[in-house]
Each structure stands twice: as structure tokens, then as C-alpha cells.
């Protein structure tokens, strides 16, 4: 069995909205992440990551996009426009994509979560303008497959800023969850 093939039942927590708590703790460690992401992998995998570096926090997908680890998957820096990879992704031909976006959902910044696509309402939020919605759907009607968010608080998003200390942090411990995913 390879790092990916595991069981598909398992919790993926809710999108906090309005100061809801999740219905867990947190993802506060890679290991802790690493398990999510494999209750919910369902190889080929594609990795989208979106995000514009010029807007603080907002800037941490294409910055785990920068280090993600080469592996049994397809990453792409989709920056601000990840319809434009639609195409690409449906040649892939996954069976999941995981979105890495900074979603604000309540929490303390630097907060790592990964929230299922039926929990994200349709006006949720995104650190860089409307939800990922729009995307997903999009994506859903190209070529339909598993997705999920995986979602980190943003702490700061003004333009001109670079990534947050707590957002550096996040960043580091997703790039470890996936390296732990490795054969």
C-alpha cells in the first residue's frame, strides 16, 4: 500500500463561520494533518494552490506551491487564477484535488483545517475575494472528482505585506504532512 491508499470514511471537519469552534481541536501537527489528508486522498492527486504573494497571509498557496515536494501527485501555483488550470487538471484525471487556499473561518491565525467541499457555503470566505465555490463548482461541471480546502486563518492580508509568522509556520507544517505522505 503506497501513502495514499487509505480508507475513505473519516471526519473532515466543518468551515467555522461567525466564531463556531471546528468540530475538532485543530490541525496542529504535520502528523495530525497527515492523517486527514490520507482519509481523504484517493489517488491520482492534484494540488492547487491559490493565493496572490503581493497581499500578506493570501500569499500562502503559491508559497507551499514553491516547496511542495515532488511525489505520486500534480501541483499547480494557480496564483488568483486557478480557472485557468481547469484544463490541465481534468487532463490529469484525478480522483481528489485539494485546494490550499487562506480561508478565513474564525479561527487563531495560522490555523490549519481541511474542510469538505458540501461544508463550504457558497458565500464563504477566501483571504483574496469570493469563495472557492465558484472554482469548485466550476471544476465539478469540467471533470467531477473528490475536493476538499485545505484551508489556513490568514492573520493579515494588506497589500504589500509578506506572509505572517503564525501563516510561515502553516505553511511549513503542510509541506511536512505531504513529505510524510511519501513512500
Known amino acids: 500500500m503506497d501513502g495514499l491508499d487509505a480508507p475513505s470514511s473519516g471526519p473532515i471537519s466543518r468551515p467555522c463561520h461567525s466564531g ?26 492534484a494540488v492547487v494552490c491559490v493565493g496572490s504573494e503581493l497581499s500578506g497571509d493570501d500569499g500562502l498557496g503559491p508559497a507551499v ?12 501555483d494557480a496564483q488568483t487564477v486557478p480557472e485557468s488550470f481547469l484544463i490541465k487538471i481534468a487532463r490529469h484525471r ?8 487562506a480561508v478565513d473561518f474564525g479561527a487563531a491565525p495560522g490555523s490549519v483545517d481541511l ?6 457555503s457558497a458565500g464563504g470566505p477566501a483571504a483574496h475575494g469570493p469563495a472557492p ?3 469548485l463548482d466550476l471544476l465539478q461541471a469540467v471533470y467531477p472528482c473528490r475536493v476538499a480546502v485545505l484551508a489556513v486563518q490568514p492573520q493579515r492580508l494588506a497589500l504589500g505585506q509578506t ?6 509556520q502553516a505553511v511549513s507544517l503542510i509541506l511536512q504532512a505531504f513529505r510524510l505522505l511519501l513512500p
Open 65 to 76: 506551491a514553491r516547496k511542495f515536494p515532488s511525489g505520486p501527485w500534480e501541483v499547480h
Open 163 to 168: 506572509l505572517s509568522e503564525p501563516v510561515r
Open 20 to 45: 463556531e469552534t471546528s468540530s475538532h481541536a485543530g490541525i496542529s501537527t504535520a502528523e495530525h494533518l497527515a492523517e486527514h489528508l490520507l482519509q481523504f486522498i484517493r489517488p491520482p492527486l
Open 133 to 135: 465555490l465558484g472554482f
Open 94 to 101: 484525478p480522483c481528489s484535488l485539494i485546494l490550499v487556499d
Open 115 to 120: 474542510l469538505a467541499m458540501d461544508k463550504i
